[in-house]
């Protein structure tokens, strides 16, 4: 017993040990409900994103499901190799030790990988909201004032999904909280929308 205590708690097994105590507490809460499945995914942005640990995940071929999934299964496998490796082969020698950790990462990639590939049908790309697509939608102005300085409103996308953006205006409406506006264009560089008065505004096609 004292051995196997060793080996989970001795290189390279200790650096996946307490992850895994993470992965547990995580699906944990899942389970209970305090946390979604896709909890690692959201990036709370309008827009989706490439970057963050699922955009990673995608670069080395594991994307397509939520990153809790991969992970979970990532860190489980390489545990599993790393102990093992490391009750049965020699302790105390630093290149075996080097041997099962490279060993045990690599076997919990191909692992993950060949449990990705099944799930994706389970988990389509989900289609995000662009800021495209709110031009030339109705939003609501949800500030005191919209000048050529400063204003919000609240826009509502296709999807049922809200979204408070910055909004500008050339200086000739009064707008003011409540208002309902109508969104025409969009600066890039002050990454802004352009809005008017929707009364005043030609009906939409």
Same mark, same amino acid.
């Given at each position: 017993?004292?051995?196997?205590?060793?080996?989970?708690?001795?290189?390279?097994?200790?650096?996946?040990?307490?992850?895994?105590?993470?992965?547990?507490?995580? %699906?944990?809460? $899942?389970?209970?409900?305090?946390?979604?499945?896709?909890?690692?995914?959201?990036?709370?942005?309008?827009?989706?994103?490439?970057?963050?640990?699922?955009?990673?995940?995608?670069?080395?071929?594991?994307?397509?499901?939520?990153?809790?999934?991969?992970?979970?299964?990532?860190?489980?496998?390489? %545990?599993?190799?790393?102990?093992?490796?490391?009750?049965?082969?020699?302790?105390?020698?630093?290149?075996?030790?080097?041997?099962?950790?490279?060993?045990?990462?690599? $076997?919990? %990639?191909?692992?993950?990988?060949?449990?990705?590939?099944?799930?994706?049908?389970?988990?389509?790309?989900?289609?995000?909201?662009?800021?495209?697509?709110?031009?030339?939608? $109705?939003?609501?102005?949800?500030?005191?004032?919209?000048?050529?300085? #400063?204003?919000?409103?609240? $826009?509502?996308?296709?999807?049922?999904?809200?979204?408070?953006?910055?909004?500008?205006?050339?200086?000739?409406?009064?707008?003011?909280?409540?208002?309902?506006?109508?969104?025409?264009?969009?600066?890039?560089?002050?990454? #802004?929308?352009?809005?008017?008065?929707?009364?005043?505004?030609?009906?939409?096609?």
């Amino acid at each position: 017993m004292g051995d196997l205590v060793g080996a989970a708690f001795g290189f390279p097994a200790v650096l996946f040990t307490f992850a895994l105590a993470v992965v547990v507490g995580y %699906w944990a809460l $899942v389970i209970v409900g305090g946390l979604g499945v896709d909890a690692l995914d959201s990036d709370g942005g309008a827009e989706a994103s490439d970057g963050g640990l699922p955009g990673a995940l995608s670069a080395i071929g594991l994307g397509g499901v939520p990153a809790s999934v991969t992970l979970s299964v990532l860190i489980a496998v390489a %545990w599993f190799g790393s102990f093992t490796g490391s009750a049965v082969l020699p302790q105390d020698n630093v290149l075996s030790d080097i041997g099962v950790f490279a060993a045990a990462l690599v $076997v919990a %990639w191909f692992a993950a990988k060949l449990l990705v590939r099944p799930l994706r049908r389970f988990f389509p790309d989900e289609v995000v909201a662009s800021r495209s697509d709110f031009l030339g939608q $109705v939003c609501v102005i949800r500030t005191g004032r919209v000048d050529a300085q #400063f204003g919000q409103a609240e $826009v509502t996308a296709e999807d049922g999904s809200s979204a408070l953006v910055q909004v500008r205006q050339t200086g000739e409406y009064e707008l003011s909280a409540g208002t309902t506006a109508l969104i025409y264009d969009y600066d890039a560089d002050g990454e #802004f929308f352009f809005v008017m008065p929707f009364n005043a505004a030609h009906p939409r096609s």
